[in-house]
């Protein structure tokens, strides 16, 4: 998957989850609140580190 693809499929489980808060899954939502977290911040890592390297 390219960044493109990441950054997508990162927002949409936040939109999934803020929709889920909304309508009162608060577990599901904060599941979902909790994976956008780590993958955003996994995929910032990355990006960061590849620019450091060069």
Sequence with gaps: MNDLQKDILTSAVFITGIIGF??????????LFASAAIASNVNFNRKNSKVAQF
């Design 22 to 31: 909304i309508s009162g899954e608060f577990i599901i939502s904060s599941t």
